[in-house]
């Protein structure tokens, strides 16, 4: 089973301590490597998922998300992020991914509507307004709150406009974000066991990337 390259850790911290193009461009080769160990890593995932969901089989490299920053409205930030990220696409574009944060000290994973634009947002509260129940089980299944803990996300201090205060999930009504995640030990991304614990957490967390996609397809 193929893992990332050893020196992906590394790497980063090295990056983070010489964010600038030059540096990039004279350690070229070396980010070639790691990048390529993250492919692998990807490749290795989707077939793991494949195992619990009929996966929508994808080119590994289109997982990956790029490293450079986009500054044309944050002219301030460094030419480069300092972590990577891999967004598993299990139905293809459209859809919502299951994301892999991977910087030293700071490994997850989850999934659900992160700062989601409006129509996505209203599109997920106009669900759970008819569906409520449907995600109140979903939320209080033992995998997934072992797992994650429970959904998170920002929520609004009042309710939506247009909902009532004492409707009967609106505590799920308030989301502003709505996501499932977990930390993981830094060595999970090397070694066939630590794709074996994301296999699990992947297939704990289906009924929510559902509930998700659903909303998604009527936005």
Request: overall charge neutral; proline content about 6%; cysteine-free.
């Amino acid at each position: 089973m193929k893992t990332a390259h050893p020196d992906t850790y590394d790497f980063l911290k090295d990056l983070r301590a010489n964010n600038t193009k030059e540096w990039m461009d004279a350690n070229r080769k070396r980010y070639q490597t790691v990048r390529g160990g993250l492919i692998d890593l990807a490749e290795s995932l989707q077939s793991a998922f494949a195992e619990v969901y009929p996966m929508t089989m994808m080119d590994p490299k289109k997982y990956l998300a790029r490293i450079n920053n986009n500054r044309r409205f944050h002219p301030d930030k460094p030419p480069y992020k300092n972590n990577f990220a891999l967004m598993v696409k299990r139905r293809g574009p459209g859809y919502g991914d299951f994301y892999l944060h991977i910087e030293p000290g700071n490994l997850f994973i989850g999934t659900g509507l992160y700062h989601p634009p409006r129509e996505a947002l209203n599109a997920l509260r106009d669900l759970i307004a008819v569906r409520g129940d449907e995600l109140q089980a979903i939320s209080e299944n033992q995998d997934l709150k072992k797992i994650f803990g429970g959904i998170s996300g920002d929520k609004l201090v009042r309710q939506p406009k247009g909902f009532e205060a004492d409707h009967p999930h609106i505590e799920l009504l308030k989301h502003k974000d709505m996501v499932i995640m977990k930390k993981l030990d830094d060595d999970t991304i090397f070694n066939a066991k630590g794709i074996e614990e994301i296999k699990t957490a992947f297939a704990a967390a289906i009924p929510f990337m559902d509930f998700i996609d659903d909303a998604l397809e009527s936005a």
